[in-house]
């Protein structure tokens, strides 16, 4: 018999970047993931998967022997690590019988769900939720993107741009990421950059693959940010190097920013933030002179709870007063296609009552990233974008919630596309929380910690067994489309299903009927392409090959203004101050610091920063795989070598990690490219061969590092809710016996 290779095309989910892919399948046998090489290389410079090792391990991933099969239905108690096969019928069923129940007895809202960083067709959750009357969707949307996005909604009334590094970009900013490990994709567009002559400034504690290579670098004291980049707008405004004509027409409240920076004057900021005051100058003077630039922000921002709004406030004040905003090369302000149906619509938020909405937990007090905000937000940013974002309820006081009975009791968590054990902080409270549950179902690859203190678990299909459709949770006006390489089911061997499935399946069993018409994903898919003139994914694939990129438009708000109050880029929110915020970034000490907890810091002296990307990983992802777990075998936590000879700690040694709420342990890697005041410890930790059933749930408390972090509303920012998981105090010291 003769072997038959088919290319299949498709979105990689292994991170953000979502690059296009093409997928070898040999006798219906995927083989090998490469870049799609019909991809245009134009203009931008766009991510491409070019040598990423996680894409081309996807193979050994989707065919791993732990993968989840069919249903299973625990036998003994909860975390004793018993189960039995079930069907999906049955499953299904069981299910929403007790959903029904739980919403007679105590209202929809005691239904939640969590969600992780975004990788599936999460618009179909939220249709059933609307549906269902539950605003309690939680995850990572206060400390994974959202902050940027809902800050910068706020004062655009625009999406956070694209990264479009292109050819023309002449300077990158890059504040708190490391795409040379997170982004690899992102990571040759900027090398390409570099290559055509283009700066790069880099800020980030450590001294990382990215900023080596940086023409600048700022090794900043963690969670200071704010500070730093306010210091840099009071240069950029002394010196005027701002962008005078885009100040004077198109931004709000300048007198007032200028006013407020000059309290972050360089010999201060650099107390502050440990950066020499010369370097503050000439990196400011470099972003400002040195144009188009783009800033490039991630978690090194988002992560710092209190400080995070703050700070990427001032971060898109930088774009704005140097004129980078949709012009080429910089910043672009893509918006949603005005053709494809967008994700917004398809989760029917309309369909939650005014009532069901208010009960949204944490929104009361986190007011911007919340329903509140999202209320008063799309007023005027859906005008200009033709759509407005989702929200999230806020995980930490969810949890409480599940625990304690209030606000008000919940009592059902679908854990689906996420691993809360693992990935949230405050890990023994989030096992209580589960624990004292009515019902908790997850829908997973894998056994997870997570999944081990479940009621059911069911399997679920990757990207690679299901088609997609990707524009980037609405923020840009491009269409990426994928197709299934390989089936999600096989008689007799497995049943995976999509998320979809699940939210349809549970959906028209609570008389939802009427709003599911689309029997499987494809269908559904192809209900948001039909404006566009495409029958289905595979038309769209057959005729775009998979991609359609409008012509670039430059300067849109020239003609249709920005999407706030003020028709201005509102550099005093007028948002904020709507709902009782400062409307101006301002910079505060972190919450624990040896300045803010000085007696606390006697006990723990080290500045803990968390989960800095390393390739082989994605979270908690991929541990149970050969090819990643042997480049990266055990956690590590990097300390400086002055650090480690004062502490006695050598190179490979097992180090504990302890705060106030626990200890866990790494081993050392001795690196001079951190402070000898921080250390930094690596997230998503659990070793997969362990046993799964309790206390063990496959060493979920070994080497966790958010076990030791503290999630208490005090550590989480008031404007958004995001918590802290970079810049807390720590102590550290040998493990013994290891
Ligand atoms: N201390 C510390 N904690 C952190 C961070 C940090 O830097 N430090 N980073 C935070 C950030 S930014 C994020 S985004 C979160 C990540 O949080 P999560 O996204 O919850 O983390 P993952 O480990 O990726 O867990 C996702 C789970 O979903 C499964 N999964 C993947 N795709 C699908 C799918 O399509 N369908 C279904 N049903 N399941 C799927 C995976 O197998 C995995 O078990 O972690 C956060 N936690
Ligand atoms: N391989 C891999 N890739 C991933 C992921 C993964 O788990 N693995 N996760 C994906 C997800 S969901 C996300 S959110 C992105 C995150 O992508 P990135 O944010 O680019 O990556 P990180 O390594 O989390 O954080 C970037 C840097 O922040 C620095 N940092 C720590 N504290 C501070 C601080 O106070 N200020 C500043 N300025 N910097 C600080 C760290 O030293 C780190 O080098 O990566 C995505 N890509
Ligand atoms: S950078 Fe790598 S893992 Fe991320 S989307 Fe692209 S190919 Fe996938
Ligand atoms: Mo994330």
Not at 212 to 222: E, K, N, Y
Not at 428 to 457: C, G, R, S
Not at 540 to 558: A, H, M, S, T, V
Not at 686 to 713: A, K, M, Q, R, T
Request: charged residues 25%; aromatic residues 10%; contains cysteine.
């Amino acid at each position: 018999m003769g072997s038959s290779t088919e290319i299949k095309k498709s979105i990689c989910m292994g991170c953000h970047i979502h690059c296009r892919v093409e997928g070898h399948v040999v006798n219906g046998r995927l083989v090998k993931i490469e870049e799609d090489k019909a991809f245009p290389k134009a203009e931008a410079i766009r991510p491409i998967v070019r040598a990423c090792p996680r894409a081309r391990a996807f193979p050994d991933y989707v065919y791993h022997p732990n993968r989840l099969n069919f249903p299973l239905k625990r036998i003994g108690d909860r975390g004793d690590g018993k189960w039995r096969e079930i069907s999906w019928e049955e499953t299904l069923d069981e299910i929403a019988a007790k959903l029904s129940d739980i919403k007679r007895k105590y209202g929809a809202e005691a239904i939640a769900t969590s969600v992780g960083t975004a990788r599936t067709h999460d618009e179909y959750r939220m249709r059933f939720l609307n549906l269902l009357g539950s605003p309690n969707n939680f995850g990572q949307g206060q400390v994974c993107y959202g902050p940027g996005s809902v800050i910068s909604r706020a004062i655009y009334g625009w999406p956070d741009f694209y990264p479009a590094i292109g050819r023309s970009t002449k300077c990158v900013l890059i504040l708190g990421a490391n795409p040379e490990q997170a982004a690899r994709g992102l990571w040759h567009a900027l090398l390409s950059a570099q290559k055509e002559g283009a700066k790069l400034i880099v800020v980030d504690p450590r001294y990382t693959s990215t900023a080596q290579r940086a023409d600048i670098w700022l090794q900043l004291r963690p969670g200071t940010d704010c500070a730093l980049y306010l210091c840099m707008i009071n240069v950029i405004i002394k010196e005027e190097l701002y962008d005078k004509a885009f100040v004077n027409n198109w931004c709000y409240g300048f007198d007032k920013l200028a006013e407020r920076v000059k309290d972050y004057d360089l010999d201060k900021v650099a107390k502050i933030t440990w950066v020499p005051a010369q370097k503050i100058k000439e990196a400011a003077e470099m972003y400002a002179k040195t144009k188009p630039g783009v800033i490039v922000h991630t978690m090194g921002l988002e992560h710092l709870g209190a400080n995070s709004i703050e700070a990427m406030h001032a971060r898109y004040i930088l774009t704005a007063i140097t004129g980078n905003i949709d012009v080429r090369g910089g910043e672009e302000m893509r918006g949603h296609h005005p053709l494809l149906v967008p994700q917004y619509d398809i989760e029917l938020n309309e369909k939650l009552s005014p009532e069901q909405r208010a009960k949204q937990l944490g929104s009361d007090k986190f007011r911007l990233l919340s329903k509140n905000g999202e209320a008063l937000i799309s007023q005027y940013a859906k005008s200009k974008m033709g759509t407005t974002h989702t929200t999230f309820a806020h995980a930490p006081t969810v949890f409480r919630a599940m625990l304690t009975g209030k606000p008000y009791p919940v009592r059902v968590l679908i854990t689906a596309a996420s691993n809360p054990l693992v990935i949230q902080p405050n890990t023994k409270l989030v096992y209580k929380a589960i624990k004292n549950l009515d019902l908790h179902v997850v829908q997973d690859f894998w056994m997870t910690p997570t999944a081990e203190i479940a009621d059911y678990v069911l399997p679920a299909a990757t990207w690679l067994e299901r088609s997609s459709i990707f524009n980037y949770d609405d923020s840009v006006n491009f269409i990426y489309a994928g197709e299934p390489m390989i089936p999600s089911r096989v008689e007799g061997k497995y049943e995976r299903r999509t998320d979809y499935d699940l939210w349809r399946g549970l959906g028209i069993r609570l008389g939802q009927e009427e709003f599911w018409p689309w029997e499987t994903l494809e269908e559904a898919l192809a209900y948001r392409l039909k404006p566009l003139g495409f029958t289905s994914v595979a038309d769209f694939l057959q005729k775009r090959g998979g991609i359609l990129i409008p012509p670039k438009e430059e300067k849109k708000y020239e003609k249709v203004g920005f999407g706030t109050p003020t028709g201005k880029v509102e550099l005093y929110s007028t948002i904020l101050e709507k709902l009782k915020y400062d409307p101006l970034p301002k910079y505060q000490e972190p919450v624990e610091s040896p300045i803010s907890m000085p007696e606390l810091a006697k006990d723990y002296p080290f500045i803990l920063i968390t989960g800095g990307r390393i390739q082989p990983y994605y979270h908690s992802e991929w541990r149970q795989v050969d090819a990643a777990r042997k480049k990266r075998p055990y956690p590590i936590v990097q300390i400086n070598p002055e650090t480690a000879a004062d502490l006695d700690i050598s190179d490979g040694d097992w180090v504990w990690i302890e705060t106030p709420i626990g200890r866990i342990r790494q081993k050392c890697q001795l690196f001079d490219g951190i402070p000898p005041q921080v250390v930094h410890a690596e997230h998503g930790w659990w070793y997969p061969e362990l046993p799964g059933e309790e206390p063990s749930l496959h060493g979920v408390w070994e080497s966790n590092i958010n076990v030791v972090i503290n999630d208490e509303p005090q550590y989480c920012s008031s404007i958004s809710g995001g918590w802290t998981l970079r810049g807390l105090l720590c102590k550290i010291y040998r493990a013994e016996g290891y």
